[in-house]
């Protein structure tokens, strides 16, 4: 099932990524364009999979004043994973953001650095869960010379 779900999609380049390689992708909205997440209900069993990028303010190592608003928006990944009975997610962040366990998932964490693909040396922090036991093999490339 290609038909994906994008939450805290924001201008939605996860989501884009998803596209431009033969999925269907549907947006639940962000609170930048007056949606809130805590608000959506998705229908359960119409999702193959669901990808976003929660809020990440509270994991950066930069700040000095958490909220837990981005630990709160990581239990409504959960929550929307486990009502959509997906069969898989894609959870997106920096590198600072806690192990999500998903009850009924495998759950996979890979860290990649935006540098082995672009100009631009970051690392992100991946989060992969699946109903069956699958693990995504990501080829690291080469960082690029940064001047």
């Known amino acids: 099932n290609?038909?994906?779900l994008s939450i805290f999609?924001?201008?939605?380049?996860?989501?884009?990524?998803?596209?431009?390689?033969?999925?269907?992708?549907?947006?639940?909205g962000d609170i930048?364009?007056?949606?809130?997440?805590?608000?959506?209900?998705?229908?359960?069993n119409i999702f193959g999979g669901v990808v976003g990028g929660p809020p990440c303010q509270d994991?950066?190592?930069l700040n000095r004043n958490p909220k837990n608003y981005s630990l709160e928006m990581l239990q409504e990944f959960k929550?929307?994973?486990?009502?959509?009975?997906?069969?898989w997610a894609l959870l997106e962040n920096v590198k600072g953001v806690p192990?999500?366990?998903?009850?009924?998932?495998?759950?996979?964490?890979i860290d990649i650095n935006q540098g082995w693909y672009s100009d631009t040396s970051r690392l992100r922090h991946?989060?992969?869960?699946?109903?069956?036991?699958?693990?995504?093999?990501?080829p690291r490339g080469q960082m690029k010379n940064i001047n």
């Open 2 to 4: 290609y038909l994906t």
């Open 9 to 28: 999609s924001g201008l939605d380049l996860l989501g884009q990524a998803f596209q431009n390689n033969g999925f269907c992708v549907v947006s639940a």
């Open 32 to 44: 930048q364009w007056g949606k809130d997440i805590r608000q959506f209900k998705p229908i359960k």
């Open 59 to 61: 994991f950066s190592g």
């Open 79 to 87: 929550r929307i994973v486990l009502e959509s009975s997906c069969d």
């Open 99 to 109: 192990d999500l366990d998903i009850e009924g998932y495998y759950h996979q964490r």
């Open 126 to 138: 991946i989060q992969f869960y699946c109903k069956k036991e699958f693990y995504l093999n990501i």
